[in-house]
């Protein structure tokens, strides 16, 4: 797990590290020191922890003009033990929507598996964007499975052609708009 690294092609263009409005702001990183784990495998010093034990993130790309936030998610997303969507509601999403944002883009496929424990944290978030939307893109089938067994794509978006999504041959603009346009299908 240590050599899986947050995608980096896009740091030219936005760091969290450096954008006064980001959650991490501020945040420094070792290249040398891997002192996060998820469980007993240490990963790279460059994901986010915001509050989970077992799920790290990295803020890809935000654009406070077009109110949409890349992220990108690496770990177990756990409910159960740890709550993490409660964590990722108040402590990132929530800073960034008093930002302005209101269209999220998480990346999953280096989610190994999701555990699921209630609803509250996906309604609250889901209402919060108002018209906006929280789009999953390349989550894998079996994570996906305990997301529709849970009734979980009633808050988050996914399915179709946002379980393939080719998102690295894109930039940050190019990736929203893709997604923007499905997401606008199938509100529309």
Same mark, same amino acid.
């Given at each position: ?49 915001? @509050?989970?034990?077992t799920l790290y993130m990295k803020i890809l790309f935000v654009d ?36 302005g944002i209101t269209k999220f883009i998480l990346i999953g496929e ?8 209630g609803d509250d944290y996906y309604d609250e978030w889901y209402q919060?964007?108002?018209? @906006? ?26 399915? @179709? ?28």
């Amino acid at each position: 797990m240590h050599l899986i690294e947050p995608y980096f092609n896009w740091r030219n263009l936005y760091t969290a590290e450096d954008d006064k409005m980001s959650p991490f702001y501020k945040r420094t990183y070792s290249e040398f020191y891997f002192t996060n784990a998820i469980y007993d495998h240490y990963i790279h010093p460059q994901w986010d922890e915001f @509050g989970s034990p077992t799920l790290y993130m990295k803020i890809l790309f935000v654009d406070y003009e077009l109110s949409f936030c890349i992220i990108e998610l690496l770990g177990e997303w756990n409910d159960c033990i740890n709550n993490d969507v409660m964590f990722l509601k108040r402590d990132v999403a929530d800073v960034l929507m008093k930002r302005g944002i209101t269209k999220f883009i998480l990346i999953g496929e280096n989610v190994l598996n999701f555990h699921h424990d209630g609803d509250d944290y996906y309604d609250e978030w889901y209402q919060d964007v108002e018209d @906006g939307w929280i789009a999953a893109i390349n989550f894998h089938e079996h994570v996906i499975s305990e997301f529709k067994k849970r009734n979980i794509d009633y808050y988050l978006n996914f399915g @179709g052609e946002m379980d393939t999504l080719n998102w690295r041959t894109l930039d940050p603009l190019g990736l929203f708009q893709k997604v923007d346009g499905m997401m606008q299908r199938r509100i529309g």
